[in-house]
């Protein structure tokens, strides 16, 4: 049965009757495609699945099988009625930018074409293009864009602002020994915030286009560096566990800024895993993802990311207003934040060719790095050629 559903929904996807060759099975073709397929009846009950679709959805098609549509979304969700109305007057009908989320899945930027089939006149086909990592893609070049603006600022202000504020900060020393009681006070202030002020224009001078020192990295390394580092400091008070792939490959990057990255995205995670949330947890996770690759700035060449790091926290999760804003220089929602921390790691991340992500909801926020490793080929010395 399997393979007649195949067969139906080849003939869908070919625009016609395909010329199948001799022997070749047409469900092994189908799952063969890398594209989530999903055949559905008139009742939303699932009739073929290949293999794209299940990873998707996170279930076999024998999961699939006991299931309907309606047991994996909303029953107000828009799909049904544009299943409903293919059903009801057949072609093809497309809609972009939707969001399945459920208890079960949490998928956004989510393009379906849905297509009625003669040969099986009772079904739907689904076909499925998640559209996250090039929307996240795009987001992050904007901000490489806002980020330059904040480097070209930084270099304006360490000419114009660090030299004539550290004249203001050694009369305010001065002033200190000499004046009254009271006085001091206002010197010890006016000192004060010319730090605050120094440290604001050297953070920001971080985003300068400085090219980066890259070798082999251990990023389980890294990442127990990290966890000691929190464990003995802001997040004393949490659990932090570990689920790493013991056979990953080196990373190709610059270990201090790996550190850097990796410890402000922990340090977000301890501050949203406040004493309202009970049983506060950080999860750190290394995994290998094929398929993931993109091109290089001003070259023919792609580079691979198959490396992926997670940092996931299950506090209250990220406001939906900030969540498209999130690596923006100067948004925070912190009360006495910069809003600069998240932008440089955007920055970092972007530096050694890479991919950041974020997936938040109540309960459960992940960040995740997708880095180059060292390439396999000792001739080449970088991960580009990989």
């Known amino acids: 049965m399997r393979n007649a559903v195949a067969l139906g929904v080849l003939k869908v996807v070919g625009k016609g009757v395909p010329r199948m060759p001799a022997g070749i099975d047409p ?31 996170g279930l076999s098609f024998q999961q699939l099988a006991q299931m309907t549509l309606r047991d994996l979304i909303p029953h107000d969700h828009p799909l049904f009625p544009l299943i409903a109305q293919v059903c009801r007057n057949g072609g093809s009908i497309v809609d972009h930018d939707l969001t399945l989320e459920s208890p079960r899945l949490h998928k956004h930027s989510i393009t379906i074409q849905a297509t009625s089939m003669t040969e099986l006149p009772d079904c739907v086909l689904l076909s499925i293009q998640d559209n996250s990592a090039a929307r996240s893609l795009d987001r992050q070049m904007v901000f490489r864009g806002a980020a330059r603006s904040v480097s070209g600022m930084a270099s304006v202000l360490a000419h114009e602002v660090k030299n004539p504020l550290s004249g203001i900060r050694g009369a305010a020393q001065l002033l200190e020994s000499s004046v009254s009681e009271a006085d001091r006070e206002l010197a010890v202030l006016i000192r004060d915030e010319a730090d605050r002020i120094r440290d604001l224009v050297d953070r920001m001078e971080a985003f300068g286009e400085k090219p980066i020192e890259r070798r082999a990295v251990n990023i389980h390394r890294v990442l127990e560096h990290v966890r000691r580092l929190a464990q003995t400091g802001f997040a004393a008070h949490l659990r ?3 689920h790493y792939d013991p056979s990953l490959p080196s990373v190709w990057a610059n270990r201090d800024l790996l550190v850097q990255v990796l410890l402000n995205l922990v340090k977000n995670a301890a501050e949203a895993l ?7 947890e950080i999860t750190l996770i290394t995994a290998y993802r094929h398929g993931v690759r993109l091109a290089v700035a001003g070259s023919t060449q792609r580079v691979h990311l198959p490396l992926k790091v997670t940092v996931r926290d299950n506090g209250p999760g990220i406001a ?15 009360a006495s934040g910069t809003g600069l921390g998240l932008a440089l790691v955007a920055k970092i991340v972007e530096d050694h060719g890479g991919l950041i992500e974020v997936d938040s909801r109540p309960g459960r926020t992940e960040f995740a790095l997708f880095l180059p490793v060292l390439s396999e080929d000792p001739g080449e010395g970088d991960p580009l050629h990989g």
């Open 27 to 57: 469900a092994a073709m189908l799952g063969a495609v890398p594209l989530p397929i999903l055949l559905l009846d008139s009742e939303y009950n699932f009739r073929f699945a290949n293999q794209a679709a299940e990873q998707f959805l």
């Open 240 to 242: 932090i566990t570990e």
């Open 274 to 280: 406040t004493d309202a949330v009970q049983d506060g």
């Open 320 to 334: 939906e207003d900030m969540r498209p804003h999130l690596f923006e220089p100067f948004v925070t929602s912190k």
